[in-house]
Every structure is written in structure tokens, then in C-alpha cells.
T-cell receptor
Framework: GAGVSQSPSNKVTEKGKDVELRCDPISGHTALYWYRQRLGQGLEFLIYFQGNSAPDKSGLPSDRFSAERTGESVSTLTIQRTQQEDSAVYLC??????????FGPGTRLTVL | AQKVTQAQTEISVVEKEDVTLDCVYETRDTTYYLFWYKQPPSGELVFLIRRNSFDEQNEISGRYSWNFQKSTSSFNFTITASQVVDSAVYFCALSDLLRTSGTYKYIFGTGTRLKVLA
């Protein structure tokens, strides 16, 4: 969507390599979410940022996953030592005042 | 446990037919929100509707209507006179209170793929 961009749009990597995915929201949105969508599946919550508060990391599947965000700016999701099961579309979403979320176009990650 | 079930994995209809997509949820929260999103072939998720748990009025928006029934924990979505452009995956979602922060994350169902044939 126009309100949030994600890069890269596609990423192919080899098993064991680290990858960094980027979410670039328009300003003024303090709530930011990361989700993972495996092929043919629903969305799995990964992490939530709200302003300068400590992020809610309860959805991160392992310690290979980490994410950062400073204030209302760019967020990066890092996956270390990628595994084939990490292959998925990673979606960033902004939390809007009404409770709904505005999703970015996603990054399709393929781990060979 | 917080859970959203969309039992229909795929539905095919012929254009102009009506179709209902089912969503059943489980929640421990007394106040919660339910959502429907559309994911067309392009891949981007599009918000369709939000419903508060204390508002059981059904809603109609053009060819779309939603039936929320707390008694059966269901939030079903009906498309009237379906069109080819309605072909997409539709996701139902439930808010899940994050007790550490007092804000919400969202639990998504596995989606229903709707194919509308010309």
C-alpha cells in the first residue's frame, strides 16, 4: 500500500545465511506489526512495536528472529542462519486508530 | 485460547451467485474486535470491516454483508451477486489483548479461497 513500503520485494537466499527485511512506514503511525504468511496459510503474528515502548516479541518463533524500530521510523526484521522453513511472505502492517491494520506489500523470502 | 477457524478452504461459485464465508472464533476476552480482510491475487491485504464485540448489528455495504452472532461465536461474510473480481483469499481475524502492553495483536484464520467463475 501507499502508506507502507517493504524491501526487498523478493529475496532468495541460501540456507544458513542472514537476511534483513525492511519496513518503511509513512510517518505518524506508532503501532507497527510484523507477520509471517507461509504458502497457503494464514498470517502468524511475529512482533509488535508501539512507539518507544518495549516491543511485544511473543510471536517470534526462535532466537534467530529479531526486529528493531526506533520511534515511528523504519523497522527491520532480521533472520539469522536462515532455514528452509523460514520461506514465507513477511508482512509489515501499521495499526490504525480504528483497530484495523494497513498492510504493506510484503517481502517474499525463499530459502534454498 | 484465542483462535479463528475458517473451515472452508476453497469455494467456487458461478458469477451472480451468493456466497457465504464462515468464521468461528474463540476468545477469553470480554471485549474484542473481529475483522475481515481480502487478499486478491496481487497479494496485498485489504481491510474490509471491523466489528466490536458489543455491537451485534449486522452490516451491509453494497454487495457485502456481515452476520455477527456472539451466541455462536461466528462472524460470517456474505457476498451477494458475486463477480469475478471478488476472487481472492478472504481472512477473518480476531483481536488478542497483549496483556503486557494493553494493546492488541491479531489472530488470523487460515483463509478461504473464493473463486468466482464467469
Amino acid at each position: 500500500g501507499a502508506g507502507v513500503s517493504q524491501s526487498p520485494s523478493n529475496k532468495v537466499t541460501e540456507k544458513g545465511k542472514d537476511v534483513e527485511l525492511r519496513c518503511d512506514p509513512i510517518s505518524g503511525h506508532t503501532a507497527l506489526y510484523w507477520y509471517r504468511q507461509r504458502l497457503g496459510q494464514g498470517l502468524e503474528f511475529l512482533i509488535y512495536f508501539q512507539g518507544n515502548s518495549a516491543p511485544d516479541k511473543s510471536g517470534l518463533p526462535s532466537d534467530r528472529f529479531s526486529a528493531e524500530r526506533t520511534g515511528e521510523s523504519v523497522s527491520t526484521l532480521t533472520i539469522q542462519r536462515t532455514q528452509q522453513e523460514d520461506s514465507a511472505v513477511y508482512l509489515c502492517a501499521l495499526g490504525l486508530a480504528g483497530g484495523e491494520q494497513f498492510f504493506g506489500p510484503g517481502t517474499r523470502l525463499t530459502v534454498l | 485460547a484465542q483462535k479463528v477457524t475458517q473451515a472452508q478452504t476453497e469455494i467456487s461459485v458461478v458469477e451472480k451467485e451468493d456466497v457465504t464465508l464462515d468464521c468461528v472464533y474463540e476468545t477469553r476476552d470480554t471485549t474484542y474486535y473481529l475483522f475481515w480482510y481480502k487478499q486478491p491475487p496481487s497479494g496485498e491485504l485489504v481491510f474490509l470491516i471491523r466489528r466490536n464485540s458489543f455491537d451485534e448489528q449486522n452490516e451491509i455495504s453494497g454487495r457485502y454483508s456481515w452476520n455477527f452472532q456472539k451466541s455462536t461465536s461466528s462472524f460470517n461474510f456474505t457476498i451477494t451477486a458475486s463477480q469475478v473480481v471478488d476472487s481472492a483469499v478472504y481472512f477473518c481475524a480476531l483481536s488478542d489483548l497483549l496483556r503486557t502492553s494493553g494493546t492488541y495483536k491479531y489472530i488470523f484464520g487460515t483463509g478461504t479461497r473464493l473463486k468466482v467463475l464467469a
